[in-house]
């Protein structure tokens, strides 16, 4: 996993990938500190009160490691200074914007002026800072990936939403012996954990996996602010049949004011990424430096994926609206406010401020 972290009773490890960006965090006189290197995935601050703190903490770089060390706390000392990070909302807020305006100023080499916003990247990173800030519980409700039905239900009706087997915040009540041979089991409040069950799969081990899942903040891993009170859901999904050896394919469509602008598609490995237009023409547009050319044949269905974009869109002066084709029919995937968390740079930069002329804020 990428930007991994290690654990311990008097040791802790964090390894360089990632969001980027120093990491401080003070817990009354308590100091976590990461120096220039991220959070591991899904990673939650007040769970490293579980094993560590330390109101001294030096760092030695170890190979690429950063290694700190500390004293154990305490289980009720560890509550209260675990209630107190969560309520320190002043805290998380100047914390956050600090490091999306570090994150900024690496992968783009200049610093984030918010008085003038130009390019599509801008753009994207001071609408995270202004989430950052406020909130917007709009996009909370439609970032969770079980609330956000009810919206596709309203603006484009039920035909398009995938089937839902279950649901619930218990994994030991998960009805694994009625569930189909194969299906996709996920939670509403992650991006990009999904668990494929195919047969005979370990339910232990899934289980295990949902429940660490489920005492993750998503919030911490990036800060988009959207994810940071979605309760967390179990969600078990049909899966979706395309006919792909590495699908489903996922059509992404980027749309500015309710109008799909270029879409992105992607497959289950991420191991591709052609843009088009939207007279399906290839563009020279790409974010993944080590992705597979390929070229995707236009789905039979896309004057309806674009219209379904479009009026899913509407409301938004931005969104990403992700759809499947299932053999013609169009299903809904989810709507994404803050693509890969503003964490990529376009190939070649003039499409950063082409896109974000689109972006009209």
């Known amino acids: 996993m990428e930007g991994g972290g290690v654990f311990a009773k008097w040791r802790f490890e964090v390894e360089s990938g990632g969001c980027g960006g120093d990491k401080i965090f003070w817990i009354s006189q308590v100091l976590f500190e990461y120096t220039n290197a991220p959070y591991p995935p899904l990673f939650d601050p007040t769970h490293c009160l579980d094993q560590v703190a330390s109101t001294k903490v030096g760092f030695a770089n170890l190979g690429g490691v950063r290694r700190g060390y500390g004293m154990y706390i305490p289980g009720k000392l560890k509550i209260v200074l675990r209630r107190q990070l969560r309520r320190s909302m002043w805290f998380r807020r100047w914390n956050g914007e600090r490091l999306l305006r570090l994150r900024y100023k690496e992968r783009h080499g200049r610093e984030l002026d918010l008085k003038t916003l130009n390019t599509f990247s801008e753009k994207l990173f001071a609408s995270m800072i202004l989430i950052n800030r406020g909130g917007k519980p709009t996009f909370t409700r439609l ?15 039920d035909e398009h939403l995938v089937r839902l087997l279950w649901h619930g915040t218990n994994p030991f009540a998960i009805p694994f012996d009625s569930l189909p041979q194969k299906c996709i089991i996920k939670t509403n409040h992650l991006s990009g954990g999904i668990i494929t069950v195919d047969g005979n799969s370990d339910r232990n081990k899934i289980i295990d996996t949902l429940q660490m899942w489920l005492n993750q903040n998503y919030y911490w891993v990036c800060r988009e602010y959207q994810y940071f009170d979605i309760s967390p859901r179990i969600m078990v ?3 979706i049949e395309d006919g792909a ?8 469509f980027w749309c500015f004011n309710g109008m799909p602008e270029v879409i992105q598609v992607d497959n289950y490995a991420h191991s591709i990424n052609p843009f088009y237009d939207t007279s399906w023409n290839k563009l020279d547009l790409q974010y993944r430096e080590k992705s597979e050319i390929r070229d995707v044949g236009k789905p039979k269905n896309f004057d309806q994926m674009l219209t379904v974009a479009a009026k899913l869109s509407e409301d938004f002066d931005f969104v990403r609206v992700d759809l499947y084709n299932a053999n013609g029919q169009t299903l809904f995937g989810e709507l994404t406010f803050t693509p890969v968390a ?12 082409r896109l974000g002329q689109k972006w009209r804020i």
């Open 143 to 157: 970032s969770d990936k079980y609330l956000v039905r009810d919206y596709v239900r309203e603006k484009i009706g």
């Open 237 to 239: 999904e049909e899966f």
């Open 245 to 252: 050896l590495d699908g489903p394919l996922d059509y992404r």
């Open 342 to 353: 503003a964490n990529f740079r376009f190939e070649p930069e003039s499409w950063d401020l």
